[in-house]
């Protein structure tokens, strides 16, 4: 397929302005971003499946019942969550707020936070934030807006692709946060996704929700599920492409575009688990369905003793097995075979179920690098599933201990 | 009731001899167990829900098909689990000798393991070991007994609690390990229970598991289920009580027994979970149903964030409440306190759904005990569920990162 990367992340895309600034909710750094559609854009969002869901995800879940945003207005160092009454007022004003100053119908302004739980908003802080934000909006703003939504992040996320698709080259671009309590379901992470494509609403919904299946589902780095999370798409159409709709092979051109949007956000996610010293992909192939593949591969990626295993440079395949075997999948244990391997390398630790003889040495040639891979094969059909995930250091730990304080 | 702890652990109850030996499979310390009742006994067990069973899980639910047993033998050191055919041979060698050696049918001699996964049992270590066992036996064996089925457990753990049944004396007693690897439905624990009452088959088989349901599924250190865990009781019947059946009185005295040694063996795993350095309890009550106060309490007890949290010893009840909504359970967020207690202070941290203004110094001294108790009041019916745990420290990681080599 004809895709390339290229720079801009969330303003790459024809007709968005972003812009992040430090308004005060933190101490020293960017906390407030804004992303700006020219024109009313065609929305899709998916959420956290935690029942306690932040003020922000319930105002933005409203908002978005129309199918139609033009801004999404997203704070960094406190999470609107468990804050009752006062929690959806203030959410409910930081889109108006926005609305105001951009023209817009607060209805059509979508609003994320991520931060500490149970605090009330500062929303002096905000309200002077939102105004500085609107003012210095611009086409290059899109690493400022990345910037602005970090938390524990050591990196900034920030992407884009251009497509061409039936001969009209469309982009995507965004920008994406996370780092802690990120596991299957979403957990506390933000990613604005726009695009210029033109494309039909139920076209958008349905991409989006299959390509976080592949990819933020498959990642975990503590296994805790966020009040926060959300995943935001805005398709503005200035990109003047033929309307994408469901079931054609346009449509089939942009979901590969935006699954690996999303599955390239999702590793940097991984990547930047709290803590994490070593990036690990896990891939459980030759399942009976693709729900077995997604169980396994996904339980394989938050068991804490592989993660530690993982940390320790320690060949403990037993750990695999035994992650396989709890997750819930019908299984024929003397059947499995485990590997490792990275950068090339690949070394047999388990066949049918049970150990070989394998050179340790070569093994901790693998473990001692920085990405490795796991691949577990059940040998019981032909479904696979990909999941990626961090070790569990010294440093997860240091970070989560201390975190509110 | 009257009921109190005695001495003797596993060995308390008449009839029954201990002894504990090392073998060689660890370098210096015990390594195997035996536990022997000088008649046949009524038996029943419990078993870890992992698809990946261990060799001797299988061979000890085969033998414990007709519901009785006369002798256990453990080993530590090595989990023979993942050693497919021969490690089913290996166990089943276990109870032939020791069956060989006691006099028993094998059939009658349940076999556990627990230590690493995926390695052949060293037979020849085992083979002399088993001898010295059977040679050392005796109504003082229980501490040694204890010893030898220790893992990375830091202290021993046996107890034993005598009854008065309709007049009529009888004692349960029991030796435990567990400390890595401990999550709900039982991971690589193992609990050996004695007791002189007579009890029907039916019966004894409904108490353990009520019990187990109770107490040992209640613990979670994190989160990953073992290949090996058991529970196994033994009733000789040498208290020669009149025959307890099941919905009596007399049942509900022994019940009342068997669960108090169940729960205060959950606590001591828990308390000795790896790395712990403070032990938590956790009740939810209020709860529609006992169903759901059992997964609100089990999703606060697992979540790595609350851990962290407790070892940096923060009040951070938003992740409290984040882990009761991911839980699963059908809740009304705008609903839930959250308290903390120590030593008789208590101190609400949030009130329907939202964070109260609390003394950070109080939290702290509350936060900087070693037994913490965490209440959670869902205001939604009348069940209520304790789970117990600990908290995550650096040392988890560090005995976790390199347990195999």
Redesign the interface.
């Known amino acids: 397929m004809d895709m390339a990367f290229v720079e801009g992340g969330v303003t790459a895309p024809k007709g968005f302005l972003a812009a992040g600034v430090h308004c005060g909710i933190k101490k020293y750094k960017k906390d407030l971003a804004l992303i700006y559609s020219e024109v009313l854009a065609t929305a899709a969002g998916v959420f956290t499946?935690?029942?306690?869901?932040a003020a922000p995800v319930m105002i933005t879940m409203e908002n978005l019942c129309d199918g139609k945003i033009q801004a999404i207005v997203a704070n960094s160092g406190n999470?609107n969550?468990?804050?009752?009454e006062?929690?959806l007022k203030d959410a409910r004003e930081m889109a108006e707020l926005a609305g105001k100053k951009l023209g817009l119908n607060p209805r059509n302004v979508a609003v994320a936070s991520t931060g500490?739980?149970?605090?009330y908003l500062p929303m002096d802080k905000i309200r002077r934030g939102i105004e500085w934000c609107a003012e210095s909006l611009s086409a290059g703003g899109s690493s400022d807006a990345a910037l602005a939504i970090m938390t524990t992040d050591t990196f900034k996320k920030e992407m884009a692709v251009k497509l061409s698709i039936a001969g009209e080259e469309i982009t995507i671009g965004g920008i994406a946060k996370g780092s802690?309590?990120i596991h299957p379901?979403m957990a506390t992470m933000l990613c604005f996704i726009t695009t210029d494509a033109s494309i039909e609403e139920r076209a958008l919904k349905k991409a989006l929700k299959d390509a976080t299946k592949k990819s933020f589902n498959m990642i975990s780095v503590?296994?805790?599920?966020?009040?926060n999370d959300m995943v935001v798409i805005m398709a503005n159409g200035l990109a003047k492409n033929h309307t994408i709709a469901e079931g054609t092979k346009e449509y089939e051109l942009f979901y590969s575009g935006l699954e690996r949007i999303c599955i390239e956000f999702a590793k940097m996610i991984a990547r930047d688990g709290e803590g994490a010293t070593k990036f690990v992909e896990i891939t459980v192939k030759n399942a009976k369905d693709e729900e077995s593949a997604v169980k396994a591969a996904r339980a394989i990626s938050?068991?804490?003793?592989v993660k530690?295993?993982i940390?320790?440079e320690?060949?403990?395949?037993?750990?695999v097995?035994?992650?396989?075997?709890?997750s819930g999948?019908?299984?024929n244990?003397?059947l499995v075979d485990i590997y490792i391997s990275s950068k090339g390398r690949e070394l047999m630790l388990?066949e049918?179920?049970?150990?070989v003889e394998f050179s340790e040495e070569e093994a901790k040639k693998i473990l001692s690098e920085k990405e490795i891979k796991i691949t577990v094969d059940l040998k019981q059909g032909g479904y696979s599933a990909t999941a990626w995930g961090c070790d569990?250091?010294?440093d997860?730990?240091?970070i989560?201990?201390?975190?509110?304080?």
């Open positions: 499946t935690n029942k306690v869901k999470a969550a468990c804050t009752g006062r929690g500490v739980i149970g605090v802690g309590m379901n503590d296994g805790d599920t966020s009040t938050k068991s804490c003793l530690t295993a940390f320790g320690d060949a403990n395949w037993g750990r097995m035994c992650a396989v075997g709890y999948i019908d299984l244990p003397d388990a049918n179920g049970s150990g569990l250091s010294y997860y730990v240091k989560n201990g201390s975190y509110r304080t």
